[in-house]
């Protein structure tokens, strides 16, 4: 028998399992169908923004990121020659609970609220499953299912795809990403040398701008990871290479002997949003819905955020407290997020690191530095690049 009184999740990431959770604590019935045999161990996402932890409390996630990552409470913007800009969190701390960011593996947040959502009843993970087609009608809504026991349909009520870039709901659903495709491609190297111990006064998320090979090193637990840009023009496995990663690493620090590489990771870059976040009974969300060049570390956040909101407006419905024009309201709060704030502050990131024009250059340095340098324009630019300016944005979307 089809059930039409359950929710189906399709994707077991962050953003599907907080999607789920905040269903599961509801009450509301809920399926989770994930194509990998467990949760995937990639090395992805690693940024949480104030608000997202703000909001993943109310999960228990929280407190277990904090004990699994390190908190980052300061944003830096330097240059070669010297030049930075440094932005302090604890200015917006009346604002968060939170006035940090953690840096922590996207996968250990989904580990921890896989297990929450095991102890929930009416909630469960199977995975292995892949959908392989939707199919709706105004009662509910079926998605055609290749798993362990073969292939089934399986029926609910309504249906979340967050299934990720290449999702294949988006796809069955006629969905279109719309956008570009950045020619060039990122790498991203993680190594356990400390370039704190030679770079003084170095942040924890510094971004180096270079007109000629910009980088970006973050650090997380037991490691730093570095990202560069790769040149069209480069083979994936010239820059793979073990060459290839030691002369960008000896290029963002020189040093005696080669660099221990913990991982290396070479992907292509879009800059694309969903054309419509619902059809019918089913919805899209997080990279599902739009994907962005991961230099502000707004992708996974922001598909936290529209879990969140979605989840919260298809509990509300489903136990009657709302009409069904409520859920209209997810699409009218979050994919203008998606095109005006997310994608415009990505795109700038990388216009500003990559700069050429050397006046241009020194005009954005300029800027930043005013801008670090004086209290109210540091907390404004703090709201905006921490995601709380567009969650403000989004809740006064009617």
């Known amino acids: 028998m089809l059930r039409t009184d359950r929710v189906v999740v399709v994707g077991a990431g962050p953003v599907g399992l907080v999607a789920a959770n905040v269903l599961a604590d509801a009450g509301i019935p809920v399926l989770v169908l994930e194509s990998e045999p467990a949760i995937p161990r990639t090395l992805r996402a690693s940024t949480f923004h104030p608000p997202t932890l703000d909001m993943l409390d109310r999960l228990g996630a929280t407190e277990q990121l904090l004990a699994m990552g390190l908190k980052a409470p ?22 968060t609970r939170h006035p940090y960011r953690v840096q922590c593996e996207q996968y250990k947040l989904a580990e921890v609220l896989a297990q929450r959502l095991s102890s929930r009843p009416g909630a469960m993970i199977e995975f292995a499953s892949t959908v392989t087609g939707v199919a709706q009608d105004g009662a509910g809504v079926v998605a055609e299912v ?43 190297a993680s190594t356990p040398f400390d370039f704190a111990a030679v770079m003084p006064g170095l942040s924890e998320v510094t ?153 241009a250059r020194r005009r954005w340095q300029e800027t930043m530095t005013r801008t670090a340098a004086d209290p109210a324009a540091s907390r404004d630019y703090l709201r905006r690049v921490s995601m709380i300016a567009s969650l403000e944005k989004a809740a006064a979307v009617a």
């Open 207 to 359: 971004y180096f701008a270079d007109p000629e090979e910009w980088f970006f090193l973050l650090r997380a637990p037991g490691v730093w990871r570095a990202m560069f840009s790769a040149r069209p023009e480069e083979k994936d496995e010239e820059i793979l290479s073990d060459e290839g990663v030691e002369r960008r690493l000896q290029r963002a620090w020189p040093k005696a002997g080669r660099y221990e590489v913990a991982h290396r990771t070479l992907y292509s870059v879009h800059q694309r949003v969903a054309d419509t976040y619902r059809k019918g009974r089913a919805f899209v969300a997080g990279d599902a819905a739009h994907l962005n060049n991961p230099l502000g570390g707004m992708g996974m956040n922001g598909g936290i955020h529209d879990a969140m909101n979605l989840a919260d407006k298809l509990a509300r419905r489903i136990l009657g407290d709302v009409p069904e024009a409520e859920l209209d309201r997810y699409e009218r709060q979050r994919r203008p997020i998606a095109l005006e704030y997310v994608n415009t502050i990505t795109i700038a990131n990388k216009k500003n690191l990559e700069e050429r024009d050397p006046a």
């Open 74 to 95: 300061r944003l830096q913007y330097r240059d070669r020659e010297g030049w930075r800009a440094q932005f302090d969190f604890g200015a917006i701390a009346d604002l």
């Open 146 to 188: 290749d798993g362990p026991a073969g292939l089934r349909r399986v029926g609910a009520g309504w249906l979340l795809g967050c299934d990720g870039g290449r999702s294949r709901v988006r796809d069955a659903l006629g969905i279109v990403l719309e956008g570009f495709t950045w020619p060039e491609r990122f790498l991203v």
